[in-house]
C-alpha cells in the first residue's frame, strides 16, 4: 500500500474550504504548478522527465488511477485519508479565488482532483509521527508527493487504517522480523527527545527544556549537580566544579541519510538511531542498555507505544 503526502495550499491554508466546506461541491484537493496546462500535463510522456513540477504529473496520474495508494495530510485538528474520485481539471486563478481562497502565485491555474474522505480522525487520537506529517522536511514543502521509505510514518497511517476497518492487518507489521530499530521509528521526533530526557533524568541529571533547534545542531543541555561525574553508558558528564554544575551539550537524530563517526563540533555526543558508533556518536544500542536501567523509562514508553503491535513483545526483551 502506498500513501501520498498533499498540501492543499500554503500552510493547508485552503483545507477547510475544500475538504470541510466543499466550496467546489465535493471533497476536492488542489495543486498549484504556475502556469502548466491540462494539454501539456495530459499528453506528457510518463517515461520522461517533465519540464513542469514531477509532483503535477503523479497528482495527475493519482487522479486517472494509473497509481494507486491514499492520500494524506492533516488539517483542521484532523487527519485525512482521501482517494481520488475523479480525473483531474484546472479552473481559472479568477474563479478559483473568488468561490475557494487566494492562490500563491499571479500566474498560477489550480489543478483540482475530486476526492472521497475515506476516514477522519481526531489529531489527538493518532500516534504522534502522524501527527506531525506537516512538520517532515522531506514532505512539507511538497505539494503532492509520494511518502518516501519511513517505517514508522507508514506503520502510523497502516494503524489509523486497521482502525477505521479498510485494511484488515498491518501490511509492514511481521512481528517475527521486527526489532527495537523498528520499535524506535514508530516514535514521532518529539517523542524519541522525551525518551532520551526522560532516560538522563532517571539517571539523577537534570535536562533543562529542549533548544528547540534555535541553536545550531544542539537538541538537548545535560547537567549534572553533584560533584561526582558520571557516566551514562559512555555519555560522560562532568561533575560540579567551583560551583559550576557539569554540563554537556547533546544533538539528537532519529535517523539520517549518512552514519556519521564523529558528532558535529557544537556537541559532545550525537545520538543518532542508525549511526555508527564512535567517539561522541552513540546508537540506538545506547537507548537499549539505558533502558535496562530505567524501569519508569521503560514503563512511560510501554505506554508510549502501545498502537504498535509488536511494542510489547519488543519491550518484554528490554526487562532485567
Not at 77 to 87: D, F, Q
Not at 244 to 259: D, F, N, T
Amino acid at each position: 500500500m502506498r500513501y501520498f503526502f498533499t498540501k492543499l495550499g500554503p500552510g493547508n491554508s485552503l483545507a477547510s474550504a475544500l475538504l470541510d466546506e466543499c466550496r467546489l461541491g465535493e471533497p476536492t484537493l488542489v495543486g498549484f504548478f504556475r502556469d502548466l496546462r491540462m494539454p501539456e500535463l495530459r499528453d506528457h510522456p510518463y517515461d520522461q522527465r517533465p519540464r513542469f513540477s514531477a509532483q503535477a504529473l503523479e497528482l495527475f496520474r493519482w487522479a486517472e488511477g494509473a497509481l494507486e495508494g491514499y492520500a494524506v495530510t492533516s488539517a483542521e485538528r484532523s487527519v485525512w485519508i482521501l482517494e481520488a474520485a475523479g480525473p483531474m481539471y484546472e479552473m481559472e486563478r479568477e474563479e478559483f479565488e473568488a468561490v475557494v481562497g487566494p492562490t500563491p502565485h499571479q500566474d498560477d491555474v489550480p489543478k483540482l482532483v475530486p476526492v472521497r474522505v475515506v476516514y477522519r480522525r481526531a489529531v489527538t487520537h493518532v500516534p504522534a509521527v502522524l501527527q506531525q506529517i506537516t512538520a517532515n522536511r522531506r514532505l512539507s514543502s511538497s505539494t503532492f508527493k509520494l511518502i518516501p521509505e519511513d517505517f514508522g510514518l507508514e506503520m502510523a497511517i497502516d494503524y489509523v487504517l486497521f482502525m477505521a476497518g479498510i485494511l484488515t492487518r498491518f501490511p509492514r507489521c511481521s512481528p517475527e522480523t521486527r526489532n527495537l530499530e523498528h520499535l524506535f521509528l514508530c516514535l514521532g521526533d518529539n517523542e524519541l527527545l522525551a525518551l532520551v530526557v526522560r532516560i538522563f533524568e532517571e539517571q539523577g541529571l537534570y535536562v533543562p527544556p529542549p533548544t528547540g533547534g534555535f541553536v545550531k545542531n544542539i537538541d538537548l543541555f545535560v547537567r549534572n549537580y553533584q560533584s561526582q561525574a558520571r557516566d551514562i553508558a559512555g555519555v560522560y558528564v562532568p561533575g560540579r566544579s567551583l560551583f559550576r554544575y557539569g554540563a554537556i551539550a547533546v544533538e539528537l537524530k532519529k535517523s539520517g541519510p549518512e552514519a556519521y563517526t564523529e558528532p558535529p563540533t557544537e556537541v559532545e555526543y550525537r545520538i543518532q538511531l542508525n549511526g555508527e558508533p564512535g567517539p561522541g556518536v552513540m546508537t540506538r544500542s545506547w537507548i537499549v542498555e539505558n533502558l535496562r536501567q530505567c524501569p519508569n523509562t521503560r514503563h512511560w514508553l510501554e505506554a508510549l507505544v502501545r498502537w504498535v503491535p509488536f511494542g510489547a513483545r519488543l519491550l518484554r526483551e528490554l526487562e532485567p
